[in-house]
């Protein structure tokens, strides 16, 4: 990826209401602001959760951010609050690309593939996956932006260790590929399965990569919304993050679901930021 891409923050907790995630956003844009990392991102306006401003017309305000970024600039950087910012954020590349031509990798400790009916907890950060499958749940149907959706062999969810029978069973039905998180116990596996993902995906002209921090061992990054037990290392994710910042069709990278109420000291915070450097510094890692 380019040293210098577009920065879209969306500070929202829709998805999860109990959360304080909305914060998050803002907390991780002041510090990369006040970072030696300030001049490689250039910010766009935030998207800001109000009272006047519901989750349907949230999304569509997170699509067109998208849009615009990547008519733009092409390459991104988002960060979320819940993980149901990724209902307005990758139809605006599919839409623009054609389905055929989008990869997405999606590494969460939950497969979020529910819908309204079949969610314990209702909350719709649980949701997105379904959304971008096409869901057949006309209230969730009603919330998804785009007119496009992704294919299901497109779609790599990877690290997975924490859902219901339900989401599997949609996704298995789909033909969406999974690679849970007990098939990661090593690096080498690790290596392994991402190199076969990026040549299954290789004739996707373009690819975006979404990140619940979730995915790591919550021993490590406790500052997370949903924490699952066990999850992969920070170094592993790190790692991850490296080799698809290296591919060629990457576009974009989405995070969600910091929550800086449970970072003591901002521990979690500092690990992130490395992350991020990561992804901009093409002297790192």
């Given at each position: ?23 998050g956003p803002l907390h991780i844009k002041k510090a990369i602001q006040n970072s030696d990392l300030s001049t490689s991102v250039k910010w766009l306006p935030t998207v800001h959760q109000t009272a ?48 055929e031509n989008f990869g997405l990798i999606w590494l969460d400790a939950h497969l979020d593939a529910h819908n309204f009916q079949t969610s314990h907890s209702g909350n719709l950060h649980g949701m ?158």
């Amino acid at each position: 990826m380019a040293a210098s891409i577009a920065g879209i923050t969306i500070a929202s907790n829709f998805g999860l209401l109990q959360s304080n995630c909305t914060k998050g956003p803002l907390h991780i844009k002041k510090a990369i602001q006040n970072s030696d990392l300030s001049t490689s991102v250039k910010w766009l306006p935030t998207v800001h959760q109000t009272a006047h401003l519901n989750h349907s017309a949230l999304i569509q305000s997170t699509y067109s951010a998208v849009k615009h970024c990547f008519k733009h600039y092409k390459q991104f950087l988002l960060f979320g609050g819940d993980h149901s910012c990724a209902i307005g954020s990758w139809p605006a590349i599919i839409d623009q690309v054609g389905t055929e031509n989008f990869g997405l990798i999606w590494l969460d400790a939950h497969l979020d593939a529910h819908n309204f009916q079949t969610s314990h907890s209702g909350n719709l950060h649980g949701m997105p996956v379904q959304a971008l499958l096409k869901t057949g749940d006309p209230q969730l149907a009603r919330l998804y932006p785009g007119k496009q959706h992704i294919q299901p062999d497109n779609l790599f969810i990877i690290g997975a260790r924490s859902y219901e029978p339900e989401e599997k069973y949609f996704l298995q039905q789909r033909g969406a590929n999974i690679i849970f998180n007990h098939q990661l116990t090593n690096t080498k596996q690790i290596e392994d399965h991402l190199e076969n993902t990026l040549s299954t995906l290789q004739h996707c002209q373009y690819l975006g990569v979404s990140i619940d921090l979730d995915i790591l061992n919550p021993n490590q990054f406790p500052a997370v919304s949903a924490a699952a037990p066990n999850g992969i290392s920070f170094e592993q994710l790190a790692l991850i993050i490296s080799l698809l910042k290296k591919n060629q069709q990457t576009i974009g990278f989405e995070f969600s679901e910091y929550n800086p109420a449970k970072d003591h000291r901002q521990q979690s915070l500092k690990l992130f930021l490395e992350l991020v450097r990561i992804i901009v510094d093409d002297s790192s890692y």
